[in-house]
């Protein structure tokens, strides 16, 4: 069992900026591929931005491109979702997520772990 231990949300105004971040709680554990998802109230969740461990190719949601980047801490078995020039549509529960080996996160169903999620707030 993986735990992913989330860390970083909170209040902001609109044009600021969070970064999220992520740890894997088992170091020993073989990561294929780790993002971020997103459930606002009412809507299902989304993917929003994905990184391949071993080379760090990255996959974002057109939502996310040119404002967000993630990144990875192979070491620490931790990934970072920087966000920038957030506005009030970007105001959800954030997750962690741990891909199925071998699978990019592009859909809930891509997920082998979620993390408890935290929330990111964009007063307007």
């Known amino acids: 069992q993986v735990q992913l231990g989330e860390s970083g949300g909170g209040l902001v105004q609109a044009g600021g900026s969070l970064r999220l971040s992520c740890t894997a709680s088992r170091r020993a554990f073989s990561i294929y591929y780790m993002g971020w998802f997103r459930q606002a109230p009412g809507k299902e969740r989304g993917f929003v931005a994905g990184?391949?461990?071993?080379?760090?190719?990255?996959d974002y949601a057109e939502s996310a491109k040119g404002r967000f980047t993630i990144s990875r801490d192979n070491a620490e078995n931790t990934v970072y979702l920087q966000m920038n020039s957030l506005n009030a549509e970007d105001t959800a529960i954030y997750y962690c997520a741990l891909g199925l080996w071998g699978r990019r996160l592009t859909s809930p169903d891509d997920v082998l772990y979620w993390g408890q999620g935290t929330q990111v707030t964009v007063s307007s």
């Open positions: 990184i391949r461990w071993s080379d760090g190719d990255t």
